[in-house]
């Protein structure tokens, strides 16, 4: 990869693998939010209350960084001269949930076994987009000063009208 990216310019390009995954799965259409996002945690705002969307929210979250460091927090050869700087972004997904439903002002009906099964399958499905979005990042920028390295998917919810979930994943760039 030519040239340091900015860690905004490496959250578009994580955003954009997400697009296209999402683009791949045919959900990108109908998502109501699919952005970078700043903070040190993602407000879930898109959920089954929601009329003009019906797929939920996707993001990039920057986690921190940092320099001088590699993968295993040993200090670089190259902090003291040109260093490396190390990105650890999340990437997530959340998408409606099956609720209870209020059927008679107090009365609720809970979600039948197979509404969670479907939530579950959903839940499972935008975690392999996210890891196709990982992935091809990593495929299409991997070599001798770019790195990437997958970190751990948490899954979401149900709770708040949603389910999903984020994976964190590490970008080291020798600069």
Known sequence: MAGTLTTMQMMEIALG???????????????CFLEPVAGNEVALDYGPENVDCDAGMGW???VDKSFGYD???????????DGTQ??????????PATALFDVNGGQYRLPEPSEHRDDTARQMADM??????IRSLKDMNEGPDFRVMFGQYVPIGPDGGVIGGLWNFSVMEDI
Request: net charge negative; proline share 0%.
């Open 17 to 31: 693998q997400l697009e296209r995954a999402l683009v791949n799965d045919g959900s990108r259409e109908k998502m």
């Open 60 to 62: 990039v979250r920057l």
């Open 71 to 81: 993968f295993s927090g040993q200090i670089s050869e190259s902090a003291c001269d």
């Open 86 to 95: 190390i990105l650890t972004l999340e990437i997530g997904v959340v998408r």
């Open 128 to 133: 392999d987009i996210m890891e196709w979005a």
